[in-house]
């Protein structure tokens, strides 16, 4: 199997983190599991709770070797920097040893008690601060800072997003191949997240105004 090292995505919100992300589970082709942190109440999710407790069951992990297909799927472990604080126990604790190749060789789901092997998980993180991440879970990690795209390659991710969107509906072929350049210009000012959000708008509002190419008054 693929063995790569567990990353950080580090960068500013709606830049496409997540995006590419899924871009690395799809062309591994190995499955993709997101895990919130923003969203989780429950410090065992990633681990599992004892059976003991009333409604427990397993965790992330566990699942995602036990129920998919492969034994290196892509978990994707998404705003790691807002992991809530409030938790009854540490929602980070179990990736102590998780994101260690000798020690996630023996992993044991507190729910399920049967070691598994989970040292060929493919971990991809992504943060927008890396000062609210612990030390040790840092150390880790292998960071890449993301920085907001400009010029050339901001214009480039547009252009892309544009085509994307376009082959991803059947009404995308009512419109040209490419924008105009001076719509692309526009979008190129925006962060990627922006972008996604006003080209929705510009097809939208071009259909209304019958015409088969986006001007940067659609936006």
């Given at each position: 199997g693929?063995?790569?090292t567990p990353m950080l995505l580090l960068g500013p919100a709606g830049i496409g983190k997540t995006r590419f992300a899924r871009k690395i589970a799809d062309l591994l082709g190995t499955g993709m599991n997101l895990i919130s942190m923003s969203s989780m109440t429950?410090?065992?999710?990633?681990?599992?709770?004892?059976?003991?407790?009333?409604?427990?069951?397993?965790?992330?992990?566990?699942?995602?070797?036990?129920?998919?297909?492969?034994?290196?799927?892509?978990?994707?472990?998404?705003?790691?920097?807002?992991?809530?604080?409030?938790?009854?126990?540490?929602?980070?604790?179990?990736?102590?040893?998780?994101?260690?190749?000798?020690?996630?060789?023996?992993?044991?789901?507190?729910?399920?008690?049967?070691?598994?092997?989970?040292?060929?998980v493919v971990w991809v993180f992504t943060a927008n601060d890396e000062r609210s991440i612990p030390g040790p879970i840092m150390n880790r990690l292998n960071v890449f800072e993301v920085e907001v795209p400009i010029d050339e390659t901001a214009r480039r991710v547009a252009l892309g997003l544009y085509?994307?969107?376009?082959?991803?509906?059947?009404?995308?072929?009512?419109?040209?191949?490419?924008p105009e350049p001076n719509t692309l210009e526009c979008l190129a000012k925006l962060v990627p997240r922006e972008m996604r959000r006003a080209l929705m708008t510009g097809f939208g509002n071009a259909r209304l105004d019958g015409r088969d190419t986006v001007k940067p008054c659609d936006l």
């Open positions: 693929l063995e790569v429950a410090g065992w999710l990633l681990s599992g709770s004892s059976s003991q407790w009333k409604g427990s069951k397993p965790g992330k992990v566990f699942q995602a070797l036990v129920d998919g297909q492969y034994a290196n799927p892509v978990i994707v472990v998404d705003e790691v920097d807002k992991a809530s604080a409030n938790a009854q126990y540490d929602p980070l604790g179990a990736l102590y040893g998780l994101l260690e190749h000798d020690s996630a060789l023996d992993f044991t789901d507190e729910f399920a008690e049967v070691s598994i092997d989970a040292s060929q085509q994307t969107i376009r082959a991803e509906h059947g009404w995308g072929e009512r419109f040209a191949a490419e």
